[in-house]
């Protein structure tokens, strides 16, 4: 079984400044771990992944996150907010299956709300 | 590219009807996954397909039907609308194999009566 846990369902920070969105998982076997980001009334879009090798992961918008096994932890970063980061976040993941991959049955997190002031 | 795409994007359902949110996707993908997603709650996995005529449950399968007759389609039913399933829907297709993400469509948002 799998879970994930995001820490705060709001943050708001202000623009230029770093950005951290926490995110904890629980999974049984290796985890395939994901950040989407949901802008007002879309769908979702994956800002990175990370599923083996590197810890540090990069994605798009300038967003990194990284992989710690001993915390159970892929917690997304920024080091400058932009406006147009407001959105809502959602960590995932997914659980490798017996031949080493994984595919989309996805567990979520519950979401967290960026605000960026100006 | 087209990838998913999910119609109606809005419905207003009076309880007791039916319907059937359709999901299509062009990327020849073998799974395919509805979800609902609630404030508060994230998504929350309603029934997924591994392939045409294979379907499961998920997390919240109670109320919805699913069937898988193609690759590329994959509607969900609601037999007996509730207010209870007042929701967004977001239907999402990844391949089964490789490091693989899953590709949403834009949502349908479900009011219920």
């Known amino acids: 079984a799998q879970s994930v846990t995001q820490l705060g369902s709001h943050v708001s920070v202000s623009e230029g400044a770093l950005v951290l969105l926490r995110c904890n998982y629980s999974s049984s076997v290796p985890p395939y771990l994901f950040w989407y980001v949901q802008y007002p009334n879309q769908g979702l879009q994956l800002l990175l992944k990370y599923t083996t090798g590197a810890t540090l992961v990069k994605g798009i918008n300038g967003f990194e996150a990284e992989f710690k096994k001993s915390e159970t932890s892929f917690h997304l970063t920024k080091p400058s907010a932009h406006m147009s980061d407001a959105a809502e976040y959602f960590c995932a993941v997914s659980a490798a299956n017996a031949g080493g991959t994984s595919y989309g049955k996805l567990t979520f997190g519950q979401g967290t709300i960026l605000t960026v002031h100006p | 590219n087209a990838g998913v795409t999910q119609t109606p994007k809005f419905q207003v359902l009076k309880t007791g009807q039916s319907m059937t949110l359709q999901c299509a996707q062009d990327?020849?993908?073998?799974?395919m996954s509805w979800y609902r997603q609630d404030p508060g709650m994230g998504l929350r996995l309603i029934h997924y397909s591994v392939g045409a005529g294979i379907t499961d449950q998920g997390e919240v399968p109670n109320g919805y039907n699913v069937s898988r007759s193609t690759t590329e389609d994959f509607p969900l039913r609601l037999l007996s609308a509730a207010p209870s399933q007042t929701s967004v829907y977001f239907c999402?297709?990844?391949?089964?194999?490789?490091?693989?993400?899953?590709?949403f469509g834009q949502g349908t948002r479900l009011t219920v009566v």
């Open positions: 999402a297709s990844s391949q089964l194999t490789g490091y693989t993400e899953a590709f």
């Open positions: 990327m020849n993908h073998e799974y």
